[in-house]
T-cell receptor, first 112, second 113 residues
């Protein structure tokens, strides 16, 4: 049962444009959501998080939006840079549960 | 650099063998998590320790076990290895072990031949 889904395995974006990565979840108990970025042969690197009491969180070029009614979150990267090329994982956790549940990841490629 | 260290970086072994993966959390973090990432799979939670005690368990096989020591480093023991155990194993740490951000180490790539 895939509780966190990233339906796009890959995404290609022109340098300088906006990258939008999407994530859907099914478990209504999830109340904390995170995005991680992963380069080959490295561990996931924390990017940004959002609590369910908010609908938006911004950190520099990265903004995460949460739509609780649709059980959907998205990560916006503006402007996209070549160094943003990586696999992006969406993750979620439920209050009282410690584990993170990860999506399958989206490979983002930024083209010059 | 997340501050989480894992050794070894690569491990190649044969079926039926036993291996130990080691993780040192970020300074001040009390909680350690282990995750497995198999080929074409997302990260799957295995087990969590908080200040030396097991806190949560995921889809961890009975052939696998873990512990967290008084200095807070953790070891993941994998025994009776099978070909399907070949994967990346990541350790993560967090401050409190409740809903907070987990920081990941670089991983150990295990290859079972």
């Amino acid at each position: 049962d895939q509780q966190v889904k990233q339906n796009s395995p890959s995404l290609s974006v022109q340098e300088g444009r906006i990258s939008i990565l999407n994530c859907d979840y099914t478990n209504s108990m999830f109340d904390y959501f995170l995005w991680y970025k992963k380069y080959p042969a490295e561990g996931p690197t924390f990017l940004i998080s959002i609590s369910s009491i908010k609908d938006k969180n911004e950190d520099g070029r990265f903004t995460v939006f949460l739509n609780k009614s649709a059980k959907h979150l998205s990560l916006h990267i503006v402007p996209s840079q070549p160094g943003d090329s990586a696999v992006y994982f969406c993750a979620a956790s439920a209050r009282g549960a410690q584990k993170l549940v990860f999506g399958q990841g989206t490979r983002l490629t930024i083209n010059p | 650099d997340s501050g989480v260290t894992q050794t070894p970086k690569h491990l190649i072994t044969a079926t039926g063998q036993r291996v130990t993966l080691r993780c040192s959390p970020r300074s001040g973090d009390l909680s350690v998590y282990w995750y497995q990432q198999s080929l074409d799979q997302g990260l799957q939670f295995l087990i969590q320790y908080y200040n030396g005690e097991e806190r949560a368990k995921g889809n961890i096989l009975e052939r696998f076990s873990a512990q967290q020591f008084p200095d807070l480093h953790s070891e993941l023991n994998l025994s009776s290895l099978e070909l399907g155990d070949s994967a990346l194993y990541f350790c993560a740490s967090s401050t409190s072990g409740n809903t907070d951000t987990q920081y990941f180490g670089p991983g150990t790539r295990l290859t079972v031949l």
